[in-house]
C-alpha cells in the first residue's frame, strides 16, 4: 500500500507558472507508474501525463510542451512542473501511484488560473 500527499497548487495568473509535488510513503516508490489527473467543476477526471518506474513520460496533448513531469526515486517524490497556465488548466490535481491492479490516489491539490 502507498500513500499520497500532494503539495504545492494556489492561485496563478495565465502565462504563469507552479510546481506540485507528491510524495509518497508506506511502499517501494520505484516499481510505480507515478501519474497526475486533473477535474475540473463539472467534469470528469482526466488524465494530464503519467511516468513509468523507468521514467518515460506520457502527455495528455493539452498539456503538452508545457508541463513536465519528473520523479525522485531517492525522495519518493514525483513533480509536476507547470509553465505557461491557461484558465483551462483550472482544477483539482490528483496525484496516481499505479502498479498492476493496484492504485492509489492523493487527496488533491487545487490550481486556479485566473487574473
Known amino acids: 500500500q502507498v500513500e499520497l500527499v500532494e503539495s504545492g497548487g494556489g492561485l496563478v495568473q495565465p502565462g504563469g507558472s507552479l510546481r506540485l509535488s507528491c510524495t509518497a510513503s508506506?511502499?517501494?516508490?520505484?516499481?510505480?507508474?507515478m501519474g497526475w489527473y486533473r477535474q475540473a467543476p463539472g467534469k470528469q477526471r482526466e488524465l494530464v501525463v503519467v511516468?513509468?518506474?523507468?521514467?518515460?513520460?506520457n502527455y495528455a496533448d493539452s498539456v503538452k510542451g508545457r508541463f513536465i513531469i519528473s520523479r525522485n526515486n531517492a525522495k519518493n517524490t514525483v513533480f509536476l512542473q507547470m509553465n505557461n497556465l491557461k484558465p483551462e488548466d483550472t482544477a483539482v490535481y490528483y496525484c496516481?501511484?499505479?502498479?498492476?491492479?493496484?492504485?492509489?490516489w492523493g487527496q488533491g491539490t487545487q490550481v486556479t488560473v485566473s487574473s
Open positions: 508506506g511502499s517501494i516508490f520505484s516499481v510505480y507508474a
Open positions: 496516481n501511484a499505479r502498479l498492476g491492479s493496484f492504485t492509489s
Open positions: 511516468i513509468s518506474s523507468g521514467g518515460n513520460p
